[in-house]
Structure formats: structure tokens, C-alpha cells
């Protein structure tokens, strides 16, 4: 298999893989846990809820109005992960794990995408508490997202300057 196919292959496939795990969690919590249900975990430091989220990060824009919502939080975004699709396929000198990180905030944000263009609303539905330490309510897409703008971070923290 050559080496430009293998690339699109991983590419792809970590992109699927993000969206995929990100829908089967949200679709598992719209169809097993009501709005106003609280499921407690590891004591009370995790938090399984069902928040629908029509704004974005802690439900900025929500009110705006439903077609400037959908300009800001849906088209713009999506035409910013198109770019950066384009940008890992082109970008053939990226390093694998810039690669792979990359990817994890194209398919984070294009499980969100989805969610919004398709059920108007991002399904959130994790919280978590350690003390005066907490987070907003999030999903897994936001993870892959946060994951993936962390390793580039720290990629280019400790990258040797030279």
C-alpha cells in the first residue's frame, strides 16, 4: 500500500472513529437518560445529565437568533474544518501526531456540527466535580477536541527549537 493512501487511510479513519464513538454516546444518553435525570458516578465527582445545548462552549449564542445561530455555530465552523481537513490532507510533512491530533478536532467538531444541523442542538451530558474544581457540562466530541488542541500544544511546547 502506498504511503499517500495509508496517510488518507488514518486520516480518515480517526476522523470516523471520533465522530462515530462521539454519536453512539449522545444517541445512548437521548434515548436512556431524561433531561432532568442526574446519574451519579465515582462518588459524586462524574455526573451523567442530558443538557441540549442550541448555543456553543457553556451555551455562548443561545441567544442569538436562529439564523445568526446557524451562521456562526454551524456554516462558519463547517467551512473551518473543511479548511482544516484540506490542510492535514495537503500538508504532507505534518508529523504523525500533529496528524493524528489534527484529526481529533476535525471529528470532534463535525460530531458537533452534526448534531446541531441534524437535532438543532448539541447533546451534552458529562460533568465533573473534584471539590471547588468543575467543569461546564460537555461530550466526547469536546473531549477529541480538547485532547486534540492539548497534544498540539504540548507538541509545540516541547518541540526542539533548532
Known amino acids: 500500500m502506498s504511503k499517500k493512501l495509508t496517510r488518507l487511510l488514518l486520516i480518515l479513519s480517526v476522523i470516523i472513529i ?3 464513538c462521539d454519536q453512539v454516546s449522545k444517541n445512548m444518553i437521548r434515548n436512556r437518560v431524561d433531561s432532568d435525570q442526574n446519574i451519579h458516578l465515582l462518588g459524586d465527582h462524574l455526573t451523567v445529565t442530558r443538557v ?3 448555543g456553543a462552549f457553556l451555551s455562548m449564542g443561545d ?8 451562521v456562526l455555530l454551524s456554516l ?3 467551512l473551518a474544518l473543511a479548511g482544516g481537513f484540506l490542510y492535514v490532507l495537503l500538508k504532507s510533512n505534518l ?6 491530533a489534527s484529526c481529533f478536532i476535525i ?3 463535525l460530531g458537533n456540527i452534526y448534531d446541531r444541523i441534524v437535532h438543532g442542538s448539541v447533546t451534552d451530558f458529562l460533568y465533573i466535580q473534584f ?7 460537555f461530550n466526547l466530541a469536546d473531549m477529541s477536541i480538547m485532547a486534540g488542541a492539548c497534544i498540539i500544544l504540548a507538541q509545540s511546547f516541547f518541540q526542539k527549537k533548532g
Request: without cysteine; neutral net charge; charged residues 5%.
Open 18 to 20: 471520533n465522530i462515530g
Open 52 to 54: 441540549e445545548n442550541s
Open 63 to 70: 441567544s442569538l437568533s436562529s439564523s445568526l445561530r446557524h
Open 76 to 78: 462558519l465552523p463547517l
Open 95 to 100: 508529523s504523525t501526531t500533529s496528524l493524528i
Open 107 to 109: 471529528g470532534g467538531g
Open 131 to 137: 471539590g471547588f474544581l468543575h467543569t461546564g457540562v
